[in-house]
């Protein structure tokens, strides 16, 4: 499981990061300084993914496991 979440994790990691940085450069306020936003916008947005792709490779798990007759 912990390779799926790896899996999951490089890709979620990449959209909210990708996410994170649209929005800061969207708001006037926070693109003034970019030099030091946009970094610390991408980081937030990996750190955030951490938990989410564990979550969602649980999910997948406890699908997986199950038999289907067709």
């Not at 999951?8 to 450069?25: E, H, K, P, Q, R």
């Amino acid at each position: 499981m912990l390779k799926v979440a790896i899996l999951i994790w490089v890709m979620l990691g990449t959209v909210l990061a990708g996410s994170a940085v649209i929005a800061v450069l969207t708001m006037q306020d926070l693109a003034a300084s970019p030099m030091k936003v946009i970094p610390l916008a991408a980081l937030a947005g990996f750190i955030v993914a951490m938990p989410l792709s564990y979550l969602v490779a649980t999910k997948i798990g406890h699908t997986g496991g199950t038999k289907r007759i067709a």
